[in-house]
């Protein structure tokens, strides 16, 4: 079945920083791409195969998910992480860089990691890691994170 879809190529834009701040607002994500379908945001890159290519579905109130908003309200600085991946590696060096204590929870060491990968992905529309979170708040991934670094914005949750 062939589908009318819209691309909008952000580096072919003037606005793209206003853009991506919009979707950051929007879906909590400022990377893309981000997918809509009928105004609601399916995620990104892998969240849309995801969506119509299984029959997954999350719990919201399971073990996974109870664990994960607990650590995100009790946590001032919260990574979600894959032991192993570079993207991660680079959110930990920025959190190190500015003398930030953060706990990071290896999806890839436990044995629930994928059920909350599952969950986050649908929290934050994207399953993909880093997924970080400040004082509650998803700031994104590790392109969101080094951006607020680079711009001295990310200070400002600290102060």
Do not use: W
């Given at each position: 079945?062939?589908?009318?879809?819209?691309?909008i190529?952000l580096d072919h834009r003037?606005?793209?920083?206003?853009?991506?701040?919009?979707?950051?607002?929007i879906?909590?994500?400022?990377t893309?791409?981000?997918?809509?379908?009928n105004?609601e945001?399916?995620?990104?890159?892998s969240?849309?195969?995801?969506r119509?290519c299984?029959?997954?579905?999350?719990n919201?109130?399971?073990?996974a998910?109870k664990?994960?908003?607990n650590?995100?309200?009790?946590?001032?600085v919260?990574?979600f992480?894959?032991?192993y991946?570079?993207?991660?590696?680079?959110?930990k060096?920025?959190?190190?860089e500015?003398?930030q204590?953060?706990?990071?929870v290896?999806?890839d060491?436990r044995?629930?990691?994928?059920?909350?990968l599952t969950?986050?992905?649908?929290?934050?529309?994207?399953?993909?890691?880093?997924?970080?979170?400040?004082n509650?708040?998803f700031l994104?991934?590790?392109?969101?994170?080094?951006e607020?670094?680079?711009?001295s914005?990310?200070k400002?949750y600290?102060?």
């Amino acid at each position: 079945m062939k589908q009318d879809f819209t691309a909008i190529e952000l580096d072919h834009r003037t606005d793209c920083e206003e853009i991506q701040n919009i979707l950051g607002k929007i879906t909590g994500a400022r990377t893309v791409p981000r997918v809509f379908v009928n105004g609601e945001c399916l995620g990104g890159a892998s969240d849309p195969k995801t969506r119509f290519c299984s029959n997954i579905s999350v719990n919201m109130t399971s073990a996974a998910a109870k664990f994960v908003k607990n650590l995100i309200e009790k946590e001032k600085v919260l990574i979600f992480s894959k032991s192993y991946c570079p993207y991660c590696k680079i959110v930990k060096d920025v959190f190190d860089e500015i003398g930030q204590k953060f706990t990071a929870v290896e999806l890839d060491q436990r044995n629930d990691g994928e059920e909350i990968l599952t969950f986050l992905g649908h929290m934050t529309g994207a399953n993909t890691v880093p997924r970080v979170f400040v004082n509650g708040e998803f700031l994104g991934g590790a392109s969101d994170v080094r951006e607020l670094y680079e711009n001295s914005d990310l200070k400002t949750y600290f102060d």
